[in-house]
């Protein structure tokens, strides 16, 4: 039997990974976590359903794109099984009038050495979205003795874990920022909630920001779970949505990290990157102005690249000024063609998880 999973960082030589599919995906309905997330100037406020089957296949043959890029280079890709997100939910606890997609997988999945763990969304719209994933969670159990397949304790999502009207319809840019200056944020403290894509893996060090769609309790539980790592609260005091690490505080090699330069590591939590010698670069300007219609996400999308070893980076192929920064500091770059993939939840980064890069577990900062 082979070792199939094993992933410490996000820099190590990529073997193995999942790149996700935009299959009947839909824009949900609003509820208590997700109308924080969409902007007041958004199309896409009000509004709920199918995603427009145009955008669907150019999302896929954006996605198709990429996993021939990867192929090529003979890294093994898995696709997740899209479900039918259009069906209405219920647990005990609460009812919604759809799921939402199986993109972007890094937001669903964990992978920390040979352990992949499903994750404790705080949109009620995601809780079922692991499903997508369970047949290769399988897979890679029947395959791999050493794999363990975790889902992280799963959250109720009753009305207490929201602040209600946590932000109404005249809140202004401003009021936002001093919102996540006081890591006010719409969840609760009553459970863990997380996305997997507010983590960053490094080696002993694992790095969590605490935002919109991860809470303090998710780090506490996290401490607990895993005591041998140590679990660092970073955030971004810059960022009006703070969602998601991977737009504002990207590694791409042991030493070196770039960070969105209007969503600023706060000096404190910089020290112990600057103790151990790391250098923190402010990204390259985004080449666009707007993300692209019907989409979640900034257009920081441009520094969500994916690394394939500490010398190799996939970066979108129209982010001509990311190119042209990772370029200069070392990097050999692949362009790819994701923009159409966007709305789906993500970019390059976004769109994957990782399933086994070479490596072991290192201590960065000792
Ligand atoms: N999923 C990453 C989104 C981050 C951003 O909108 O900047």
């Given at each position: ?208 920001q605490h935002g919109l769609t991860t809470n303090r309790t998710a780090m506490d539980w ?145």
């Amino acid at each position: 039997m082979a070792k199939i999973v094993n992933s410490w960082n996000d820099w190590d030589p990529l073997k193995r990974v999942i790149v996700g599919r935009c299959d009947n995906s839909m824009i949900p309905p609003e509820e208590p976590a997700t109308s924080e997330k969409v902007p007041v100037d958004s199309e896409m406020r009000g509004m709920w359903g199918l995603r427009p089957a145009k955008t669907v296949e150019r999302g896929n043959e954006c996605l198709d794109n990429l996993v021939k890029i990867l192929e090529d280079r003979g890294v093994v890709v898995d696709r997740p099984t899209p479900l039918q997100w259009n069906q209405a939910i219920g647990t005990p606890d609460f009812r919604n009038d759809s799921m939402m997609t199986c993109m972007p997988p890094r937001d669903i999945l964990l992978t920390v050495g040979n352990e992949i763990m499903a994750s404790a969304n705080s949109f009620r719209c995601r809780y079922f979205e692991y499903l997508a994933y369970w047949p290769l969670m399988k897979q890679y159990f029947d395959e791999d003795p050493d794999f363990l397949w975790t889902q992280a304790p799963r959250p109720r999502l009753t009305d207490a874990s929201y602040k209600h009207n946590y932000y109404d319809e005249k809140i202004t840019l401003e009021e936002r920022l001093v919102r996540t200056a006081n890591k006010d944020f719409v969840t609760t403290e009553v459970e863990p909630m997380w996305d997997a894509a507010d983590l960053m893996r490094m080696g002993k060090d694992i790095f969590i920001q605490h935002g919109l769609t991860t809470n303090r309790t998710a780090m506490d539980w996290f401490q607990r779970y895993y005591p041998e790592y140590r679990i660092h609260a970073v955030n971004f005091p810059g960022d009006p949505y703070p969602i998601h690490i991977d737009a504002t505080f990207v590694p791409l090699r042991p030493g070196l990290i770039i960070n969105n330069p209007h969503r600023k590591l706060p000096e404190e939590q910089r020290a112990i990157f600057e103790a151990n010698d790391w250098q923190i670069v402010e990204a390259a300007q985004p080449a666009h102005d707007e993300p692209p219609a019907l989409c979640y996400s900034s257009v920081w999308l441009s520094m969500n690249c994916l690394v394939l070893d500490p010398k190799t980076v996939i970066v979108e192929a129209s982010e001509v000024y990311q190119q042209e920064q990772m370029d200069k500091l070392g990097m050999n770059v692949i362009p790819c063609d994701l923009r159409d993939a966007y709305p789906f939840g993500g970019g390059l980064h976004c769109s994957t998880a990782d399933v086994y890069r070479e490596g072991e577990c290192l201590d960065y900062f000792p």
